[in-house]
């Protein structure tokens, strides 16, 4: 075959991760390994200078984490019990303990049948909490200040696996800026609208507007990585703060990387009262939560926070068309093996 137009095989991504332990010796896959684990190590490393704490919190729960059905349920010596889809009540639970700052990287689970390039049902999460003072800003600089020393340390510390990676699935440097770049949700609508796309209103961003947005930031602010802010609060979950001045609004954010969204955050509320006045609205049971909202009742400070996919992050830094490339060994609805 070297003689051939075809002088390398072309093998198919499920052979691959089939194999994946000889597919992980191709230089550039090993590279992706490589750049997986240094995120990891550049998040850790700033949040701990930044005063944080790492904490580790139960994977095996008694209810959902966030609501909703999408949850992988289980026995637990004869109760139900199920795998976390989030260390999110947890975190604030440590915030409740005054450890005022905490971090953790673990795996989160995700029973949605989803087979698409960005979706997985099992993977890394880099989640971060804190107490804040005046605004929810503060949360917003620090998680700016945490990813861009982390794609600056990858562009300083491993270069030479992004170039590995870069030989074989080219792609160029994204694009950041030196201070947060924060795009308010109807400033969103009226970009989306000028490009003669249809908003999203007070309906959640679909994937096409998602990326659509992510250009019109890119060519008019100069940027890859943005924060969107002000989602509707119709499409967060219930432990999110509504906006004081229109609680048709939420002071929650996403953070997008090449217009594509890889953290999403917020303020919570921290008001034992008014949580179960929005746990009632959305319909979600109170029993499972009586501990997490008792966890308030003994004062809580204002925090707020956000949960990262760490697959997700090097799979769009990266420029890589799926982020099972991005995954030692992926887990979707397809796959359990190896």
């Given amino acids: 075959s070297e003689e051939t137009e075809r002088p390398i095989a072309r093998i198919g991504q499920d052979l691959r991760l089939n194999s994946r332990w000889i597919d992980l010796r191709i ?3 090993q590279a992706i390994m490589r750049t997986q684990s240094a995120i990891c190590t550049l998040f850790r490393e700033e949040l701990l200078n930044q005063g944080f704490v790492e904490i580790h919190t139960p ?3 008694a209810g959902e984490s966030e609501g909703g ?3 992988f349920r289980t026995d637990y010596f004869g109760q139900s019990a199920c795998l976390a889809q989030s260390p999110q009540l947890y975190k604030q639970m440590a915030i409740a303990s005054d450890l005022e700052r905490v971090f953790e990287i673990g795996p989160v689970f995700r029973a949605e049948k989803s087979n698409t390039r960005r979706h997985l049902c099992e993977f890394v999460g880099l989640d971060m909490e804190m107490a804040f003072n005046l605004h929810y800003n503060e949360v917003i600089n620090v998680l700016h200040d945490v990813f861009t020393n982390i794609f600056d340390g990858l562009e300083t510390r491993h270069a030479n696996e ?3 990676i870069r030989a074989q ?5 994204p694009k950041w800026t030196e201070k947060p770049v924060i795009v308010h949700w109807d400033e969103a609508n009226e970009m989306l609208k000028a490009a003669g796309e249809e908003p999203p209103g007070f309906d959640d961003l679909n994937t096409h507007q998602e ?3 992510g250009k019109l930031v890119a060519e008019q602010l100069g940027t ?3 924060f969107l802010d002000r989602f509707p609060s119709a499409v967060r979950p219930f432990y999110t703060m509504p906006c004081p001045d229109d609680s048709r609004y939420s002071n929650s954010y996403d953070l997008f990387l090449r217009g594509e969204e890889i953290c999403s955050g917020a303020q919570r509320v921290h008001d034992p009262d008014l949580l179960e006045e929005v746990i009632a609205s959305k319909g979600v049971p109170l029993e499972p939560l009586k501990h997490y ?5 003994h004062g809580m400070p204002p925090h707020g926070g956000g949960g990262v996919g760490l697959e997700r992050v090097v799979f769009l830094y990266l420029g890589l068309d799926n982020v099972r490339k991005a995954s030692m060994f992926p887990r979707d609805p397809s796959r359990c093996t190896p």
């Fill in 293 to 297: 909202v008792d966890s308030m009742r």
């Fill in 169 to 173: 699935y080219p792609s160029d440097r």
């Fill in 224 to 226: 890859d990585f943005y």
């Fill in 162 to 164: 992004l170039a590995a």
């Fill in 27 to 29: 230089p550039a896959n």
């Fill in 69 to 71: 059905s999408d949850v």
């Fill in 211 to 213: 990326r659509t947005l």
């Fill in 59 to 61: 994977k095996l729960i």
